[in-house]
């Protein structure tokens, strides 16, 4: 019996992200996608995790690496939904 988080969850096995690869990840594509920006929802579907999880991680990612990202109001490229978004602020610019 281990810590694997692949391991059976109420009878299904089931995939989860770790922390740490989702932030990467998060902050991968928000630099990747650099100038659009996406809504919690959009970004929760491209990430294929809970919204929730999403806008956690996104505190962790801004908390963690102030210098290249801030949440600032933004509309969607996706969906045009408006919010305080996650953006890359390219160092210097």
Not at 29 to 46: D, G, M, N, S
């Amino acid at each position: 019996m281990g810590g694997d988080l692949g391991q059976a969850v109420g009878g299904r096995a089931r995939h989860q992200v770790t922390t740490p690869d989702l932030r990467r990840q998060l902050a991968d594509l928000i630099k990747t996608e650099h100038p659009f920006v996406y809504c919690w929802r959009c970004l929760a579907a491209k990430l294929r995790v809970s919204e929730a999880r999403i806008r956690d991680t996104a505190q962790m990612v801004v908390f963690g690496q102030r210098q290249d990202f801030e949440l600032a109001r933004r509309e969607c490229a996706a969906c045009g939904a408006s919010d305080q978004l996650l953006v890359y602020t390219k160092p210097g610019a």
